[in-house]
């Protein structure tokens, strides 16, 4: 049973508009986490938090923005929008419930801009 | 440098077969964590298994094990009796120090033939 929930599932916008992809975990969890990845390659983190009012860049460079206003919560948000933008968005977390600090991610959310 | 290095980008293997996923890293911690993850063709990421690197013994879940060879930096998944559901890309990813951030692999996509 997912604990971590991300919407949309899917996505097609066009170019320009803003939008925000939804992320939220019910484990706790302080530290959360968003990823890019094109289809069939690697993850590439684009922020990370530690916990509330806490976040931070990732090693790959993302025109988007997060916040942490809630622990449970970890929206990501692009104000405007290009087809650059389009690949999967991945949200994660992680805590003290996996043995190993593992992290758990969510469902993803796939996004095409037009 | 690249720090997971995945050279199979496909391999394939037949039902109830074994089979190893290679993973080489490059790290100068003393202290670092090894995941697995499986990706299906829906998005999500499975953790799958876990190898500190003061852990002795291989670590093993399941049909899931660990080739730990800490020398030669490799940390290869074995997976046993595969079965039609294991068909999925799957990533190694190393946790440095006390990092809480992953580095990922880009992925091998293994398909299980019937």
């Known amino acids: 049973e997912a604990d971590i929930y991300q919407t949309p599932r899917y996505l097609v916008i066009g170019t320009g508009k803003k939008i925000t992809l939804e992320c939220s975990q019910t484990?706790?969890?302080?530290?959360m986490y968003w990823y890019q990845q094109d289809p069939g390659m690697e993850l590439h983190l684009i922020h990370y938090s530690y916990g509330v009012n806490s976040t931070e860049k990732g090693d790959l460079s993302s025109e988007s923005t997060v916040s942490r206003i809630r622990t449970e919560h970890f929206p990501l948000t692009l104000e405007s929008a290009r087809p650059s933008h389009t690949s999967q968005y991945l949200c994660a977390s992680s805590g003290d419930r996996g043995p190993y600090n593992e992290q758990f991610f969510g469902p993803g959310t796939r996004l095409t801009v037009l | 440098a690249q720090k997971i290095t995945q050279t199979q980008p496909g391999m394939f293997v037949q039902e109830k077969e074994a089979v190893t996923l290679d993973c080489t890293y490059d790290t100068s911690d003393q202290s670092y964590g090894l995941f697995w993850y499986k990706q299906p063709s829906s998005g999500e990421m499975i953790f799958l298994i876990y190898?500190?690197?003061?852990?002795?013994q291989n670590a093993t879940e399941g049909r899931y094990s660990l080739n730990f060879q800490k020398a030669r930096k490799s940390a290869n998944l074995v997976i046993s009796a595969s079965q039609l559901g294991d068909s999925a890309m799957y990533f190694c990813a190393m946790r440095e120090g006390g990092a809480r951030q992953l580095t990922f692999g880009s992925g091998t996509q293994l398909t299980v033939l019937p």
């Open positions: 484990m706790g969890h302080d530290k």
């Open positions: 190898q500190g690197s003061y852990d002795e």
